[in-house]
């Protein structure tokens, strides 16, 4: 079956702009996870969502990061006003409970000019 | 803070080789503790799970062992060959669960034919 999906692969955007980050998890996956990793770090935690709610959102950077799941599937990431420090690879992940191995995205490599 | 260490940043050794890689956290009030492999431009690709009241699991060739008072893991992987060659990374979660882990900086692992 097909795996976690994110687009684009990658994205370059200019100081200042408004990007969205889209993540199609694994169908039936209740659990959905965004993580950012830069070059050479390990994955830093971003957001995790259980459903449609976000059940922890404390590795979120400030008020710039925002991220959604209306409907419990799809998850964006939407970042306000990008700095050349957002820029990273952002990795989605989901599971089918929170208490299963994650299933990781190939990411969305985010350079900011 | 909570902090995963994972030293050497990288090791190269020739096919056929047993290797174990290393893993240390400052906190051992752990939930589960888990091994991940990363491709270069891909996500991660969980390999094993230890919960915290495991001292080992196994797959296949690889084996991870968990010392949870002395703060260590171990991710043994034996005759190693070309394909394992990877970044592995450990991870830790101590609020419950996958909901948010720490993440190493990553083993990148090359094995010569």
């Known amino acids: 079956g097909a795996g976690v999906s994110q687009t684009p692969s990658n994205k370059v955007t200019e100081k200042g702009k408004y990007v969205e980050l889209r993540c199609d998890p694994i169908?039936?996956?209740?659990?959905l996870y965004w993580y950012r990793q830069s070059l050479g770090q390990g994955p830093e935690f971003l957001i995790y969502f259980q459903g449609t709610g976000a059940a922890d959102d404390s590795g979120l950077p400030n008020d710039r990061f925002f991220a959604v799941r209306p409907e419990g599937s799809v998850s964006t990431l939407k970042i306000q006003r990008t700095e050349r420090g957002d820029s990273a690879v952002y990795l989605c992940a989901s599971s089918p409970t929170v208490d299963s191995p994650l299933h990781f995205g190939n990411g969305t490599r985010l350079t900011v000019t | 803070k909570q902090e995963v260490t994972q030293i050497p940043a990288a090791l190269s050794v020739p096919e056929g080789e047993n290797l174990v890689l290393n893993c240390s956290f400052t906190?051992?009030?752990?939930?589960?503790l888990q091994w991940f492999r990363q491709d270069p431009g891909k996500g991660l690709t969980s390999l094993l799970l230890?919960?915290?009241?495991?001292r080992e699991q196994t797959s296949g060739r690889l084996n991870a062992s968990l010392d949870k008072s002395s703060g260590r893991s171990t991710l043994y992987i034996a005759a190693s060959q070309p394909g394992d060659s990877a970044t592995y990374l450990c991870a830790v979660s101590y609020t419950g669960a996958n909901s948010k882990l720490t993440f190493g900086k990553g083993i990148t692992l090359s094995v010569r034919p």
């Open positions: 169908s039936g996956h209740t659990a």
């Open positions: 230890i919960q915290s009241s495991q």
């Open positions: 906190d051992s009030a752990i939930y589960n």
